[in-house]
């Protein structure tokens, strides 16, 4: 049964910090990895989708990584902002997603 | 614009009640999921479907029904039998295929008292 974890579960930075989110599964043989979004009492944002062939994916300042056969994966946030701040989820997928409890991030100005 | 509506965004009910709530894609995407969001207990599967006119239990299906007679609709039937109903309901959908990023609607946050 996949199990996917995520730490820390909750991260307070100042402003224009960079920072990495974690994300670790136990079953490495996953179709891709996907990283979401939610700001409070909203839904899902999709933020990044990595295929299970590709090590990386970009999308301005956010970077994700992937690493299938350590079953980890990084969200990189360059130059953080108080407009970050949110839960980020990952999660993979087989007939189903299975998520990440989340990390909270707060970006204080 | 396409997307993935839920309604309502909140709703309330007295204890006994069964409630409908809606989920409406506009993508063309075969399968679609209802989740359960509690705090601390992240996202955990209701039911899935992958085609019309059929679907699955998911990990908490218990007090819980659906339907699936239109590709573009799945709504979820919160019943009397389900014991903790409060909690925030999120719809998903996502294209068949090995790609399987899901796009997730806006929420209902159900409160039942």
């Known amino acids: 049964k996949q199990e996917v974890t995520q730490i820390p579960a909750a991260l307070s930075v100042p402003e224009g910090e960079n920072l990495v989110l974690n994300c670790s599964f136990t079953?490495?043989?996953?179709?891709?990895l996907q990283w979401f979004r939610q700001d409070p009492g909203k839904g899902l944002t999709s933020l990044l989708l990595i295929q299970s062939s590709q090590r990386e994916q970009t999308s301005g300042r956010l970077n994700a990584s992937l690493d299938k056969s350590s079953g980890r994966s990084t969200l990189y946030i360059a130059a953080s902002q108080p407009g970050d701040s949110a839960t980020y989820l990952c999660?993979?997928?087989?007939?189903?997603?299975?998520f990440g409890k989340g990390t909270l991030l707060t970006v204080n100005p | 614009d396409g997307g993935i509506t839920q309604s309502p965004k909140y709703l309330f009910r007295k204890e006994g009640q069964n409630v409908t709530l809606s989920c409406e894609q506009n993508?063309?995407?075969?399968?679609m999921y209802w989740y359960r969001q509690d705090p601390g207990q992240g996202l955990r599967l209701i039911y899935y479907?992958?085609?019309?006119?059929?679907?699955q239990k998911g990990d908490i299906a218990e007090g819980y029904s659906v339907s699936r007679e239109k590709k573009e609709s799945f709504p979820l039937t919160v019943t009397s039998a389900q014991k903790n109903p409060t909690a925030f309901y999120l719809c998903a959908s996502n294209p068949t295929g090995s790609s399987y990023e899901q796009y997730f609607g806006p929420g209902t946050r159900l409160t039942v008292t």
């Open positions: 479907s992958q085609i019309v006119n059929d679907f």
């Open positions: 993508l063309n995407h075969d399968a």
């Open positions: 079953d490495s043989a996953i179709y891709n």
């Open positions: 999660a993979v997928p087989r007939y189903k997603l299975t």
